[in-house]
């Protein structure tokens, strides 16, 4: 049986998540700014965020704009995709560890990492429907 | 606004940010439950938003400090992702609360609910880490069937730990209103979730506070894609605030293995006390409808730095009478 490191395979995960998501979110901030906006929204408007009538929130940018707003060099989806990533790396350590425990063929820690993963999921494309 | 102001505007929230992650990892409660109170009050940023921004941020210090404990072996991968059930549970509540909070408009119940949690985290905070390993307690039912057992390597006392967890059941309904209080202020609850551990489940405290932070990830990535859809994040105010946190959650760990003095974190803490009131005292502005600048403001400063210097003195002679009777 090959003998794999969970540990080092879960540090591993969160790691590079962060890493990858602080830099979307840093190349997001200097586009945003060297544009003068971004998603169509001036600067002053995105920059103002003391007001929330009068501002760009999260609702606005679907997840569904994120590959086209990143093509197109959108600073904001740029921000939106390192912050999705930050949500995506717990999800990634969950399906990892889901793996090691039907690996090692221990059904309880399967269950309790599926029912977890499932509360995830939820949250991120089920109860998002019901809301806003 | 011109570019120049909001650059610096942007630059004040990623400092804001920095201090709220190096206070909050010297003292072990987390970024979050110093970001939020500092924007709000000090930022004057509505607390939809800062919630909004500090659990997203938190995700990021999670990850980033978990990945060096996971790698360690202390934390408990196996027994954090078994707790999850509930904290995950509870953040679902956690959030859709905070949804129909906004709705009803009692947003000042908020500020309220955040001061009091603030200063209650402060007493198991403080308490902490006197004690390195728990008082032996007898394997129960729940050790045998959820295989609560595990072993680390302890660099302090210099010998491999053997350790096992009791009451996975207390740990759980803990954990729950953990992920409940993470959903509806946007922190990381880390405090609660070491009281789950220790109190509950008779942990070791570097086993606890491991776990703990590579658990709140995953509960705030739960509360964090609800706020997402219902609006609570400003991109570019989370973007500020996860850089700053980030690096002052790195820097805190940093500096945190180098503070020998122990005096030193009694001023942390009181900044924390100052922040909790101060956030009581806002909320009830708030619910006077009163204005939440000028005078008011200032008063309500000069009140909460009286009224938290009391209670931490309280705090700290308690501590030490506990300790000449120890």
């Given at each position: 049986?090959?003998?794999?490191d969970?540990n080092?395979?879960?540090?591993?995960i969160?790691?590079?998540?962060?890493?990858?998501?602080?830099?979307?979110?840093?190349?997001?901030v200097?586009?945003?700014?060297?544009?003068?906006?971004?998603?169509?929204?001036?600067?002053?408007?995105?920059?103002?965020?003391?007001?929330?009538?009068?501002?760009?929130?999260?609702v606005?940018?679907l997840?569904?704009n994120?590959?086209?707003?990143?093509?197109?060099?959108?600073?904001?989806?740029?921000?939106?995709?390192?912050?999705w990533?930050?949500?995506?790396?717990?999800?990634?350590v969950?399906?990892?560890?889901?793996v090691?425990f039907?690996?090692?063929?221990?059904k309880?820690?399967?269950?309790?990492?599926?029912?977890?993963?499932?509360n995830?999921?939820l949250?991120?494309f089920?109860?998002?429907?019901?809301?806003? | 606004?011109?570019?120049?102001?909001?650059?610096?505007?942007?630059?004040?929230?990623?400092?804001?940010?920095?201090i709220?992650?190096?206070?909050?990892?010297?003292?072990?409660?987390?970024?979050?439950?110093?970001?939020?109170?500092?924007?709000?009050?000090?930022?004057?940023?509505?607390i939809?938003?800062?919630?909004?921004a500090?659990?997203i941020?938190?995700?990021?210090?999670?990850?980033?400090?978990?990945?060096?404990?996971?790698?360690?072996?202390?934390?408990?991968?196996?027994?954090?992702?078994?707790?999850?059930?509930?904290?995950t549970?509870?953040?679902?509540?956690?959030?859709?609360?905070?949804?129909?909070?906004?709705k009803?408009g009692?947003?000042w119940i908020?500020?309220?609910?955040?001061g009091?949690?603030?200063?209650?985290?402060?007493?198991p905070?403080?308490?902490?880490?006197?004690?390195?390993?728990?008082?032996?307690?007898?394997?129960?039912?729940?050790?045998?069937?959820?295989?609560?057992y595990?072993?680390y390597y302890?660099?302090?006392?210099?010998?491999?730990?053997?350790?096992h967890?009791?009451?996975?059941?207390?740990g759980?309904?803990?954990m729950f209103?953990?992920?409940?209080?993470?959903?509806?202020?946007g922190?990381?609850?880390?405090?609660?979730?070491?009281?789950?551990?220790?109190?509950a489940?008779?942990?070791?405290?570097?086993?606890?506070?491991?776990?703990?932070n590579f658990?709140?990830g995953?509960?705030?990535?739960?509360?964090?894609s609800?706020?997402?859809?219902?609006?609570y994040?400003?991109?570019?105010?989370?973007a500020?605030?996860a850089?700053?946190?980030?690096?002052g959650a790195?820097?805190?760990?940093?500096?945190?293995?180098?503070?020998?003095?122990?005096?030193?974190?009694?001023?942390f803490?009181?900044v924390?006390?100052?922040?909790?009131?101060?956030?009581?005292?806002?909320?009830?502005?708030?619910?006077?409808?009163?204005?939440?600048?000028?005078?008011?403001?200032?008063?309500?400063?000069?009140?909460?730095?009286?009224?938290?210097?009391?209670?931490?003195l309280?705090?700290?002679?308690?501590v030490?009478r506990?300790?000449?009777?120890?």
């Amino acid at each position: 049986m090959p003998k794999f490191d969970q540990n080092a395979i879960t540090s591993m995960i969160l790691s590079s998540g962060v890493i990858l998501s602080l830099s979307l979110i840093i190349i997001g901030v200097a586009l945003v700014f060297i544009r003068g906006g971004g998603d169509g929204v001036p600067l002053s408007e995105i920059a103002n965020y003391h007001n929330p009538g009068d501002t760009i929130t999260s609702v606005s940018l679907l997840p569904a704009n994120f590959i086209g707003g990143l093509i197109a060099g959108d600073g904001l989806y740029y921000i939106s995709v390192g912050l999705w990533v930050l949500i995506f790396t717990p999800v990634t350590v969950l399906i990892d560890a889901l793996v090691t425990f039907g690996h090692e063929r221990n059904k309880l820690y399967t269950l309790l990492d599926a029912i977890v993963l499932f509360n995830l999921l939820l949250a991120i494309f089920v109860i998002p429907r019901f809301i806003g | 606004m011109d570019p120049a102001s909001i650059l610096l505007s942007f630059i004040s929230v990623v400092i804001a940010g920095f201090i709220a992650g190096l206070l909050g990892s010297l003292t072990g409660l987390g970024g979050g439950t110093v970001l939020v109170p500092v924007l709000t009050l000090f930022l004057g940023i509505p607390i939809v938003f800062a919630t909004g921004a500090s659990l997203i941020s938190t995700i990021a210090t999670s990850a980033g400090s978990a990945s060096g404990y996971t790698k360690s072996k202390i934390a408990n991968i196996r027994i954090a992702i078994g707790l999850e059930v509930a904290t995950t549970t509870g953040a679902i509540v956690g959030s859709l609360t905070l949804i129909a909070v906004y709705k009803t408009g009692f947003i000042w119940i908020i500020y309220v609910i955040f001061g009091l949690v603030l200063l209650i985290s402060l007493v198991p905070t403080i308490n902490r880490a006197r004690f390195e390993l728990p008082k032996a307690m007898k394997p129960d039912w729940t050790t045998r069937i959820f295989n609560l057992y595990g072993s680390y390597y302890d660099q302090r006392l210099k010998k491999q730990v053997d350790y096992h967890a009791v009451r996975w059941w207390l740990g759980e309904i803990v954990m729950f209103f953990a992920g409940f209080i993470s959903g509806l202020l946007g922190i990381g609850s880390g405090a609660l979730k070491v009281l789950g551990m220790d109190w509950a489940m008779n942990l070791p405290m570097k086993v606890t506070t491991t776990s703990s932070n590579f658990m709140i990830g995953i509960t705030a990535a739960t509360g964090s894609s609800i706020y997402w859809f219902a609006g609570y994040i400003q991109p570019f105010l989370a973007a500020a605030t996860a850089v700053g946190v980030l690096a002052g959650a790195f820097l805190g760990s940093k500096i945190l293995v180098k503070i020998t003095n122990v005096r030193i974190r009694w001023i942390f803490f009181w900044v924390l006390a100052f922040l909790g009131v101060d956030m009581i005292f806002s909320g009830a502005v708030r619910e006077q409808n009163l204005p939440t600048t000028g005078t008011i403001s200032y008063i309500g400063f000069a009140i909460s730095i009286l009224i938290s210097i009391v209670l931490l003195l309280l705090l700290y002679l308690k501590v030490r009478r506990e300790k000449a009777n120890a």
